[in-house]
């Protein structure tokens, strides 16, 4: 995919009409069945190869002499783009001259991705020829394929395309289609621009995964990246494909935040899209970034991603500054920070826990998280820029550390556990799921300094033992809710599927704790996983045991690619080398993990303070800056 196109296939090539199969843009199935016939025959499919997050060769073989024996003579190679161009290369190893007769079947239905997900899609429409292939129309729109050479016959009626092609012995002969709604012209992807807002980073070193882990992540991000139409120098990042591929606002934070160690610009485009949603009619909902609700399992109702999206804000402003995020941009998204943090101190009113916006909803553990850490990095946020409002938002930070700490742990004999959430009426909602781990993102302050979290020392360590245990990690990642609890679901959306998101979350928060054990066999278990997944990693998988010789089962309902687990890859990345940069000051600070769980790792071509940056830590988990940007200052 590269949005707006996106293109979906079997592993055999074919584009068959059925399911998802069809090349898309826009969210409109511009082609939905691509069938090839080389002398009446399809080739056999052997191989299906992701060149990049936009491309993919099939290669199929054929036997056009079968008395010759049972080694193939002709390989048929397809590479698909997911602009809608398809080239098909027939490469002959026979020892005479072959005239091949090739057809091609095309069709569509013009059905928008939505209604096909729902199964409700019309029949295939008739086709018309049009210039050198075919156009289909109907009251949704238009299609037309066009084919380079021209055929030789094209026949409406049946939707076929037919070429006689010559090869001469060990010669080659290709076909070129491109498919575009009509009057279109290509597709632009934004994240495939000359000036990406992606720096091109690499990460080298002992385990081979974790460069094709890194890679495979920006290139999906790239082809997420997404323009907002009314201002197209902002970019932001697409949810996922192929059921999100518009904007959702948390989800676009939280990647954008997890991607920093790749450069601002990103943050600052998503940042600005999402000021112009801010709510500014005046009421309790001023100030906040409008978002749908989201299933949040079997013990609770669903939760707001608008509140979500509307603390994420300053927090991810707050951090981009740290990674040197310009001043005039800064000063240009702080008024919507400010409405954001508004909006916060409103909706807690006189109370010290964020409440849940329906009214009757629970308090949220892991909103009191995000609430936390926006109040702690917005009030260092609007006191850098002589804002007033820092010193009340950190006195109400800290009344809402010694709340929590005494009203949202559950004691028990096992060392105790948070509560997912109390109720209106102060009851404990006592399942243990993967969002505790929000509990462990504090966010970054200056001088590299983690903020401080919700938990105290203690309950902290408890914490970090419960996620690294059997119920929770799953060998895979972090189940989204632990198995021994009631409603646990190998499958379920936040009742017992491995989430990307919330694993790297916790393996970032346990590193930065100390709880390196508890990190390691997280982000060793979310490395084993991308490989099974050939890198892209889906943004959940079922959470069943891991065993010796399994493979993740994948999720029906995933997204793959996704936002939040291609910038999961990032952010590991940024974890294993502990980076905190400080620009404003001028320093960056490695805390590296010291057990080096991945052995020796250099990491390169990732950007602070607007610089490239290049670090190296080694097995002993030293950490040495090989590339920065002039007058930065090592801290550790």
Same mark, same amino acid.
Not at 63 to 85: I, L, N
Not at 210 to 228: F, K, N, P, Y
Not at 311 to 330: D, K, Q, S, T, V
């Given at each position: 995919?590269?949005?707006?196109?996106?293109?979906?296939?079997?592993?055999?090539?074919?584009?068959?009409?059925?399911?998802?199969?069809?090349?898309?843009?826009?969210?409109?199935?511009?082609?939905?069945?691509?069938?090839?016939?080389?002398?009446?025959?399809?080739?056999?499919?052997?191989?299906?190869?992701?060149?990049?997050?936009?491309?993919?060769?099939?290669?199929?073989?054929?036997?056009?002499?079968?008395?010759?024996?049972?080694?193939?003579?002709?390989?048929?190679?397809?590479?698909?783009?997911?602009?809608?161009?398809?080239?098909?290369?027939?490469?002959?190893?026979?020892?005479?001259?072959?005239?091949?007769?090739?057809?091609?079947?095309?069709?569509?239905?013009?059905?928008?991705?939505?209604?096909?997900?729902?199964?409700?899609?019309?029949?295939?429409?008739?086709?018309?020829?049009?210039?050198?292939?075919?156009?289909?129309?109907?009251?949704?729109?238009?299609?037309?394929?066009?084919?380079?050479?021209?055929?030789?016959?094209?026949?409406?009626?049946?939707?076929?395309?037919?070429?006689?092609?010559?090869?001469?012995?060990?010669?080659?002969?290709?076909?070129?289609?491109?498919?575009?709604?009509?009057?279109?012209?290509?597709?632009?992807?934004?994240?495939?621009?000359?000036?990406?807002?992606?720096?091109?980073?690499?990460?080298?070193?002992?385990?081979?995964?974790?460069?094709?882990?890194?890679?495979?992540?920006?290139?999906?991000?790239?082809?997420?990246?997404?323009?907002?139409?009314?201002?197209?120098?902002?970019?932001?990042?697409?949810?996922?494909?192929?059921?999100?591929?518009?904007?959702?606002?948390?989800?676009?934070?939280?990647?954008?935040?997890?991607?920093?160690?790749?450069?601002?610009?990103?943050?600052?485009?998503?940042?600005?899209?999402?000021?112009?949603?801010?709510?500014?009619?005046?009421?309790?909902?001023?100030?906040?970034?409008?978002?749908?609700?989201?299933?949040?399992?079997?013990?609770?109702?669903?939760?707001?991603?608008?509140?979500?999206?509307?603390?994420?804000?300053?927090?991810?402003?707050?951090?981009?500054?740290?990674?040197?995020?310009?001043?005039?941009?800064?000063?240009?998204?702080?008024?919507?920070?400010?409405?954001?943090?508004?909006?916060?101190?409103?909706?807690?009113?006189?109370?010290?826990?964020?409440?849940?916006?329906?009214?009757?909803?629970?308090?949220?553990?892991?909103?009191?998280?995000?609430?936390?850490?926006?109040?702690?990095?917005?009030?260092? $946020? @609007?006191?850098?820029? /002589?804002?007033? *409002?820092?010193?009340?938002?950190?006195?109400? &930070? +800290?009344?809402? =550390? #010694?709340?929590?700490?005494?009203?949202?742990?559950?004691?028990?004999?096992?060392?105790?556990?948070?509560?997912?959430?109390?109720?209106?009426?102060?009851?404990?909602?006592?399942?243990?799921?993967?969002?505790?781990?929000?509990?462990?993102?504090?966010?970054?302050?200056?001088?590299?300094?983690?903020?401080?979290?919700?938990?105290?020392?203690?309950?902290?360590?408890?914490?970090?033992?419960?996620?690294?245990?059997?119920?929770?990690?799953?060998?895979?990642?972090?189940?989204?809710?632990?198995?021994?609890?009631?409603?646990?679901?190998?499958?379920?959306?936040?009742?017992?599927?491995?989430?990307?998101?919330?694993?790297?979350?916790?393996?970032?928060?346990?590193?930065?704790?100390?709880?390196?054990?508890?990190?390691?066999?997280?982000?060793?278990? $979310? @490395?084993?996983?991308? /490989?099974?997944? *050939?890198?892209?990693?889906?943004?959940?998988? &079922? +959470?069943?045991? =891991? #065993?010796?010789?399994?493979?993740?089962?994948?999720?029906?309902?995933?997204?793959?690619?996704?936002?939040?687990?291609?910038?999961?890859?990032?952010?590991?990345?940024?974890?294993?080398?502990?980076?905190?940069?400080?620009?404003?000051?001028?320093?960056?600070?490695?805390?590296?993990?010291?057990?080096?769980?991945?052995?020796?790792?250099?990491?390169?071509?990732?950007?602070?303070?607007?610089?490239?940056?290049?670090?190296?830590?080694?097995?002993?988990?030293?950490?040495?800056?090989?590339?920065?940007?002039?007058?930065?200052?090592?801290?550790?």
């Amino acid at each position: 995919m590269a949005l707006p196109g996106l293109a979906i296939s079997t592993d055999q090539g074919q584009l068959t009409g059925r399911g998802l199969d069809g090349i898309y843009r826009a969210g409109r199935r511009v082609l939905s069945r691509c069938q090839i016939r080389v002398a009446g025959r399809e080739p056999l499919a052997v191989q299906a190869r992701m060149t990049a997050a936009d491309c993919v060769r099939f290669v199929g073989t054929l036997r056009t002499s079968p008395q010759a024996g049972p080694d193939p003579d002709v390989v048929v190679e397809r590479t698909r783009h997911a602009d809608g161009t398809e080239r098909i290369t027939l490469r002959s190893a026979a020892a005479r001259a072959l005239r091949l007769p090739v057809e091609i079947a095309l069709a569509t239905d013009l059905a928008d991705l939505a209604a096909i997900a729902c199964g409700d899609t019309g029949p295939e429409l008739p086709a018309s020829v049009h210039d050198s292939g075919l156009r289909w129309s109907c009251a949704k729109g238009n299609s037309v394929v066009t084919a380079d050479p021209p055929p030789s016959e094209a026949l409406a009626s049946a939707g076929l395309l037919r070429w006689e092609l010559e090869l001469p012995p060990g010669g080659s002969a290709s076909i070129e289609l491109r498919v575009r709604p009509a009057g279109a012209g290509p597709v632009r992807a934004v994240g495939r621009a000359a000036t990406g807002a992606l720096a091109p980073a690499r990460a080298d070193g002992d385990h081979p995964g974790v460069d094709a882990l890194l890679r495979t992540s920006i290139g999906d991000l790239q082809a997420l990246m997404v323009r907002d139409p009314a201002h197209p120098s902002d970019t932001y990042l697409a949810a996922g494909a192929p059921w999100r591929c518009g904007l959702a606002p948390a989800e676009a934070l939280a990647a954008a935040r997890m991607s920093l160690p790749l450069g601002t610009r990103l943050a600052a485009g998503t940042l600005r899209t999402l000021a112009r949603a801010q709510l500014r009619v005046q009421g309790g909902q001023f100030g906040m970034i409008p978002g749908p609700r989201r299933d949040a399992g079997t013990h609770l109702p669903p939760g707001c991603t608008g509140t979500e999206a509307t603390l994420l804000f300053p927090a991810l402003l707050a951090e981009a500054r740290r990674w040197g995020l310009p001043e005039p941009e800064i000063e240009e998204l702080l008024p919507a920070a400010e409405r954001c943090l508004t909006w916060l101190r409103t909706a807690v009113g006189g109370d010290v826990y964020l409440p849940d916006p329906q009214p009757g909803g629970p308090v949220r553990c892991e909103t009191q998280a995000h609430a936390h850490r926006a109040a702690l990095l917005g009030a260092d $946020l @609007l006191d850098f820029c /002589g804002r007033p *409002g820092g010193a009340e938002l950190r006195h109400w &930070a +800290g009344a809402l =550390r #010694t709340k929590f700490r005494a009203e949202f742990w559950i004691d028990d004999l096992g060392g105790g556990r948070p509560a997912a959430a109390r109720t209106p009426d102060g009851r404990f909602v006592p399942y243990l799921g993967a969002a505790a781990a929000h509990l462990l993102d504090s966010g970054l302050l200056g001088g590299g300094e983690q903020a401080p979290g919700l938990l105290d020392k203690v309950q902290t360590e408890q914490l970090a033992r419960l996620l690294g245990g059997p119920a929770m990690d799953s060998g895979w990642g972090l189940r989204g809710l632990g198995a021994k609890e009631t409603g646990h679901n190998p499958f379920g959306h936040r009742s017992g599927a491995v989430r990307v998101h919330e694993t790297a979350v916790a393996v970032a928060g346990l590193a930065a704790a100390d709880y390196e054990k508890e990190a390691s066999a997280l982000l060793k278990g $979310l @490395l084993a996983a991308a /490989g099974a997944f *050939g890198h892209r990693l889906p943004d959940m998988y &079922a +959470g069943e045991q =891991r #065993t010796e010789g399994s493979v993740p089962l994948p999720h029906p309902a995933a997204c793959r690619p996704a936002a939040t687990a291609a910038a999961a890859g990032v952010l590991l990345c940024a974890t294993l080398a502990g980076l905190r940069p400080d620009a404003p000051a001028g320093t960056v600070t490695l805390r590296p993990m010291r057990s080096a769980p991945l052995g020796e790792i250099v990491l390169t071509g990732l950007r602070v303070a607007g610089a490239p940056f290049s670090v190296r830590v080694s097995r002993l988990g030293l950490a040495m800056v090989e590339e920065a940007a002039e007058g930065l200052q090592l801290r550790t």
